[in-house]
């Protein structure tokens, strides 16, 4: 349903190509399973993903491949270095208008590259930035920020340590803000976290969501809503990089597979759960099975 609301509401300011690509997304999947039972094996092998920004299945896909990628990152930066430490920074600022979003969305960014050469930032090794931007129905206001997965030296925790009145501080310092702004920083530990999952793990997690939720953007409004914050967004998005590496992090990212250009491979989104010759359940032989959306469902 949401990609059929975005593909009519692209539809309606005029941008037809990307409407006929969405509204197509994800009707055709192929997917190689097992031949016994493919409750036992079933990976995804081929689809017609429009890769429109804003397309809802597009976007999830993104959000799955980019969390994939960064256990591997996180992963092997462990085992190059056991001694890193993980803080997670999430950076805001004052919600902002329609036609205040596009600059805003510039500003944070260069806010980040010049926070980044900060000296007090010099217990940094690496670090994953990612743009999300909600909506904020009540105010009718747009909210931008970053969450920034940081891997730090050893010194971090004594000599370079930042406290959180000082990441405050150079954050303001950064936008050039007369206020001070929400920061939160929190250490990875390696205890569980949330509902038991590993901390680093949910870490990663909450840095790869979705950039923009469906619910920002459709989800119980009129369609005279949506394509206005479809207009905006898109306008302001346009040329964005959503998600960024850098320093060592960017190093082991490309001898994972990630280049650090947009996420275009949107099938193979689990790169460690694809490629088996054989059905790792039961040894049985691998098929292609071809489903189609027609009336409303998939047929195979």
Known sequence: MGAERVAAALQRIGLEGPAARCRECGTVLVFRECAGNSSHYRRLQHANF?????????????????????????????????????VLLTLTQRNVGDGELAAEI???????ISLRKRRELRGVRGWLRTLEVTYNEQAQTWHPHLHVLLAVRPSYWSRDYIPHARWVDLWAESLGLDYRPSVEVHA????????????????????????????????????????????VLLGALWGRRLYDWGGWLRRIARSVGDTGEELEDLVHVDPDGAGAAACPVCSSSLVEHLFRWLGGQFVG
């Open 188 to 231: 990875v530990r390696p205890r569980p976290g949330k509902r038991g999952r590993p901390a680093l793990a949910a870490a990663v997690a909450e840095v790869t969501k979705y950039q923009v939720k469906d619910q920002d953007l459709w989800a119980g409004v009129s369609d005279e809503e949506l394509d206005q914050r479809l207009a």
């Open 106 to 112: 510039g500003r944070i960014l260069r806010g980040w």
């Open 50 to 86: 429009c890769r429109v920004r804003l397309c809802p299945m597009c976007t999830w896909r993104r959000s799955l491949r980019l969390m994939a990628i960064t256990l591997r990152v996180v992963h092997a930066a462990v085992a190059e270095d056991p001694r890193v430490g993980w």
